[in-house]
Nanobody, 127 residues
Framework: QVQVVESGGGLVQAGGSLRLSCVVSGRTFSRYNMGWFRQAPGKEREFVAA????????DYADSVKGRFTISRDNSKDTVYLEMNSLKPEDTAVYYCAADALAFRARPSTTLSSYNSWGQGTQVTVSS
């Protein structure tokens, strides 16, 4: 079975930084696009960032462009989300997900494209 495990969340002051990690097992990791999503209380889960299986392209939500960076290390079966200049509105549970389709040409921003999800890691940004 596919396992997706996030780590690195925590409490940080506004303007601070966090680095989230996501380790995937049970798949050939390098074949799949990966995404980060987040969900705040009372809100729907929303797209944050995604990266192509090869690492050759990325996509970001407008709300995080210029502040967050998604990357991957296929030798470690790990995807990262570096979050800088954090704002209170970034507070959410952050989820890592693997695309359902191998070698998809473009990273997807759509929830339904992903079929393997982690349990999430809490990020709280204080004002």
């Amino acid at each position: 079975q596919v396992q997706v495990v996030e780590s690195g969340g925590g409490l940080v002051q506004a303007g601070g930084s966090l680095r989230l990690s996501c380790v995937v097992s049970g798949r050939t990791f390098s074949r799949y696009n990966m995404g980060w999503f987040r969900q705040a209380p009372g809100k729907e889960r929303e797209f944050v960032a995604a990266i192509k299986w090869s690492g050759a392209s990325t996509d970001y939500a407008d709300s995080v462009k210029g502040r967050f960076t998604i990357s991957r290390d296929n030798s470690k079966d790990t995807v990262y989300l570096e979050m800088n200049s954090l704002k209170p509105e970034d507070t959410a549970v952050y989820y890592c997900a693997a695309d359902a389709l191998a070698f998809r040409a473009r990273p997807s921003t759509t929830l339904s494209s992903y079929n393997s999800w982690g349990q999430g890691t809490q990020v709280t940004v204080s004002s």
